[in-house]
């Protein structure tokens, strides 16, 4: 089975600090993937990742940045948390994208729901 | 830029009722996922859609596309309250790149 592990399920910061999540996906998956999830809105994506050293941003990254040395590790950085940063955040991983359709399938992550104070 | 409506976004139906969901997206797409998530759990896989006409079941649940009409559907048969969760279907655009659905919270009452 697919594991895709998340540092932290709940963490809390202050305004203005510098915030790291981590990614962790345990099946050699290519793609890398980082949503966040607010009430009413759905996923949302931030940025992904093809490959080690890869990134391109999705839908909302304004505010976040991503780091990807490894290709097992996706991190998502948050450079001076905000108030409206306060969501869940779900890590996603894929096989590759050079496959058969069903390759491209996302296994998530159990999520950090992180509050900014 | 792609959009994905689902509606109902808030679905209470009593035990063994049937009810539809249903997901349009505004592009052009042959890949279609549904998810489900319980309260305070990531998601999970429930079915992938991957051509015009794909159906595919699993006990009381049936997912259904049609990629002309931009439409896929889940249908729930005879429903339990085990089934209770928010239900998310998600499109997959050039590269991979999933557009979510704002996803239906389902209650099922006995």
């Known amino acids: 089975d697919v594991k895709v592990t998340q540092s932290s399920r709940y963490l809390v910061k202050r305004t203005g600090e510098k915030v790291f999540l981590e990614c962790v996906q345990d099946?050699?998956?290519?793609?890398m993937f980082w949503y966040r999830q607010d009430p009413g809105l759905g996923l949302r994506l931030i940025y992904f990742?093809?490959?080690?050293?890869?990134?391109e941003k999705g839908d909302i990254p304004e505010g976040y940045s991503v780091s990807r040395e490894k290709k097992e590790r996706f991190s998502l950085i948050l450079e001076s948390a905000s108030t409206n940063q306060t969501s869940m955040y779900l890590c996603?991983?894929?096989?590759?994208?050079?496959?058969?359709?069903?390759?491209?399938?996302?296994?998530f992550g159990p999520g950090t729901r992180l509050t900014v104070t | 830029e792609l959009k994905v409506e689902q509606n109902p976004l808030f679905l209470s139906m009593q035990e063994g009722k049937n009810y539809t969901i249903y997901c349009n997206y505004s592009?052009?797409?042959?890949?279609l996922y549904w998810y489900r998530q319980d309260p305070g759990k990531s998601l999970e896989s429930l079915f992938v859609?991957?051509?015009?006409?794909a159906v595919k079941q699993e006990g009381r649940l049936m997912a259904s596309l049609d990629t002309k009409a931009r439409l896929s559907t889940l249908h729930i048969t005879a429903a339990v309250h085990d089934l209770s969760a928010t239900y998310f279907c998600?499109?997959?655009?050039?590269?991979?790149?999933?557009?979510f659905g704002a996803g239906t919270i389902l209650r099922v009452k006995s």
């Open positions: 996603a991983s894929s096989l590759t994208l050079s496959g058969r359709a069903t390759d491209y399938e996302q296994y």
């Open positions: 099946m050699d998956h290519e793609n």
């Open positions: 990742s093809y490959d080690v050293k890869m990134k």
């Open positions: 592009t052009t797409s042959d890949r």
């Open positions: 859609l991957l051509s015009n006409g």
């Open positions: 998600a499109v997959d655009v050039y590269g991979n790149k999933l557009v």
